[in-house]
């Protein structure tokens, strides 16, 4: 075919597939797809095309709320290029800093998807199709040369809650169920002019498109927790994205671990969701040949993350014929045959080549690295040109469009719902969440276990054995200490993930999370250490006062909350469970030894390690409460001693019980407010 003719047919379909193409639904249901264009065949069964155009057009009337007008957005992506920094494998001393080297992971691509187009991009693993999806999704860290533009304007929060991203790896709340898992996010992401009772209706909705009917009381599940199959996982996470109406939806591989028929399916709901005025952008990695003909457009990557194919599905066959690639047999998936040669494979026609290569033989370098390179070759000399072209026609109305009425883009700039419904909704998810972590039955035996053996050692001890008495308090002081804290730091960095996920999407505030997080962990983190002062306090025979019991365990809880605050620092500012771990580690034995217990006489210049230690203070407090000062003790034979004068004691330096109160209130609001400030500057959140 002249190259002339190519240009020209190429670029007539440029435009809105919804006119130009509906031919490929037609050859969607055939059973042998032949690689010459779908255009060719024109003798087409009208029954078939009128019955598989009903189908796909079924998919909106589903969801009724899917229907309702948008603002539709206009992709477009100029020559995109980026690169990392490799070092050298083998770090020493001698290595110059000349051996770190770059590696391309896109170069030059380009394309443009516009409203009711559904493009998908193809490529061997490790052609950067996740990249390039990242990227165009507003989220890559880096920094990428070339221009990313929506609607003719660059990436802005108000374009971000507009977007839908679906990752490849599933980021969900092992616990809640399916139901639960998309209620929460349609109370989140719904507009706060929707009813509690629409928004639930709405994720039913979903539920019931995604086939996910008979799971949706089910545990979603994870890698130690038994749930949903992968397949229905991955749909929960395109469900969560489906529920904002997305106008710019990208999804990275959807149909990985999916059977050809639920792919399927999942494919003609993408579809009528990009015929519904929506821009459908998507990975894909295998695609089977019913799949690939429901494409509108694709983008093919070599290897090395090089574009050789940009532009219309229907249209890459002729266009690959008119340079010298036709496939080996009419019949074989287009799909298979960019990727044969996105890898360099380019077998032809002969059949020998065919045979060789079923067999095993390995084909050379050299070989495949020309293919490719004349692959690239022809997209810039031939494609690229005519891809620019496209981009830049009918910016002036795409912009002047985007501008629109001031009071339209005044309201996109708000969130979706306030601040106290964010609040609401992420306080109750997590207290459904996290109450089977919190009262685990291996939590509650090892608090249980260690109160009972606590009760037992202490068992009934009196004023008489006062160092024991006084061991037993400061054995509080300590456990209640590094237990809240050891399991605080693993708070943010495992939540990292999911905070970014949805923080990504805007789903709330950063505050609003925070502080639903804080306020969630009362009850959870408070009912144990009750429960074993409780326990341990009567049976270590302690001062028989209930006012004294009532202030030791609000002494403990707030001990609790003291260290679980320093627990979330450590973890917010590290985000290391590693690092976090041992630093904590060393923090609580610093704590420990400059308590007051162990050590009476500490060296000047180091005793301030004791007024950063709220196990110190904490100590302090639970020996000012158990004995009062003109309580005495038997000391010797006959010989009775004042309580205040036992060496231990006397050392703390009793009678400054409010200025212990008040440390620990600067400390348990410091904390807080360093992690707050951490997860702030956080550059991923």
């Not at 165009?136 to 809650?161: A, C, D, E, H």
């Not at 053996?453 to 300590?478: E, R």
């Not at 009532?550 to 917010?572: D, E």
């Not at 196990?615 to 005495?632: A, R, T």
Request: glycine letters at 8%; hydrophobic letters at 40%.
């Amino acid at each position: 075919m002249p190259v002339l003719e190519l240009e020209t047919s190429i670029s007539s379909v440029t435009g809105s597939p919804a006119s130009t193409r509906p031919h490929v639904n037609t050859r969607m249901e055939n059973s042998t797809v032949h690689a010459e264009p779908p255009g060719s065949t024109n003798n087409a069964n009208p029954a078939l095309e009128s019955r598989v155009s009903n189908q796909n057009h079924s998919t909106p009337s589903q969801l009724p709320f899917l229907r309702e007008s948008l603002r539709p957005i206009t992709l477009k992506f100029e020559d995109l290029a980026y690169s990392i920094n490799l070092q050298s494998g083998e770090d020493h001393c001698f290595t110059s800093h000349e051996s770190k080297r770059t590696r391309t992971i896109l170069s030059g691509v380009s394309g443009v998807v516009r409203p009711g187009e559904l493009l998908a991009m193809l490529g061997p693993s490790g052609s950067g199709k996740t990249t390039l999806l990242t990227a165009l999704g507003g989220r890559l860290l880096g920094k990428i040369s070339g221009s990313i533009t929506y609607n003719g304007q660059p990436f802005s929060s108000s374009v971000k809650r507009k977007i839908g991203f679906v990752t490849q790896d599933d980021v969900l709340y092992p616990h809640l169920t399916v139901l639960e898992t998309l209620t929460y996010a349609a109370m989140l992401r719904l507009p706060k002019n929707l009813t509690h009772e629409e928004k639930v209706e709405q994720a039913e909705l979903i539920i019931t498109e995604l086939g996910l009917t008979r799971c949706r009381n089910s545990q979603v599940g994870g890698p130690l927790i038994r749930g949903v199959s992968g397949g229905e996982r991955k749909r929960v996470s395109i469900g969560q994205e489906l529920l904002v109406n997305p106008s710019l939806l990208l999804l990275d591989e959807p149909t990985s671990g999916l059977d050809s028929t639920t792919a399927l399916r999942l494919m003609a709901t993408l579809k009528g969701l990009a015929r519904g005025g929506r821009s459908v952008v998507t990975t894909i990695h295998q695609p089977s040949s019913r799949l690939y003909w429901m494409f509108d457009k694709v983008v093919v990557l070599s290897d090395d993350g090089c574009p050789i194919y940009s532009g219309q599905a229907g249209r890459v066959m002729e266009y690959l014929a008119s340079i010298g690639f036709v496939p080996g047999f009419n019949s074989m998936n287009p799909a298979d045959f960019l990727l044969d040669l996105a890898s360099g494979v380019a077998l032809g026609t002969n059949p020998d080549d065919h045979q060789q290569y079923n067999q095993g033989t390995p084909d050379r370098q050299e070989d495949r690295d020309s293919v490719k390179l004349f692959l690239i070759s022809s997209y810039k000399k031939t494609l690229h040109p005519l891809i620019k072209d496209d981009i830049h026609k009918n910016n002036h109305d795409t912009t002047r469009a985007i501008r629109g009425p001031q009071s339209s883009r005044s309201c996109e700039n708000r969130w979706t719902t306030s601040w106290w419904t964010q609040f609401k909704v992420l306080f109750k998810r997590g207290l459904r969440e996290r109450r089977h972590e919190s009262y685990s039955g291996l939590r509650i035996f090892q608090v249980m276990s260690v109160s009972i053996l606590s009760g037992l050692l202490w068992w009934h001890s009196d004023t008489s054995h006062l160092q024991d008495q006084v061991g037993l308090l400061f054995f509080f002081s300590i456990f209640w200490g590094f237990y809240p804290l050891s399991n605080a730091i693993f708070t943010f960095p495992q939540e990292r993930p999911m905070l970014i996920r949805e923080r990504s999407s805007a789903m709330y505030r950063l505050s609003s999370y925070y502080f639903a997080r804080i306020a969630g962990d009362l009850p959870m983190e408070l009912v144990l250490p009750t429960i074993f002062v409780t326990v341990t306090y009567w049976m270590g025979g302690l001062k028989p006062s209930l006012i004294t019991f009532v202030l030791t365990v609000l002494i403990i809880l707030f001990n609790v909350l003291v260290s679980q605050g320093l627990g979330l620092a450590l973890g917010a500012i590290l985000m290391d469970l590693k690092q976090a771990t041992t630093l904590s580690s060393v923090i609580m034995l610093v704590f420990l030894l400059a308590g007051g217990y162990y050590i009476q006489q500490i060296p000047p210049f180091i005793s301030w390690l004791k007024y950063i230690s709220f196990s110190h203070y904490c100590y302090k407090l639970l020996v000012e409460v158990q004995y009062s000062e003109s309580e005495v003790y038997d000391c010797g034979k006959g010989i009775h001693c004042r309580v205040s004068d036992f060496p231990g004691i006397e050392y703390l330096g009793l009678g400054h019980l409010w200025w212990d109160v008040a440390a620990l209130g600067v400390m348990l609001v410091g904390y807080r407010i360093l992690a707050y400030v951490a997860l702030r500057m956080s550059k991923s959140l």
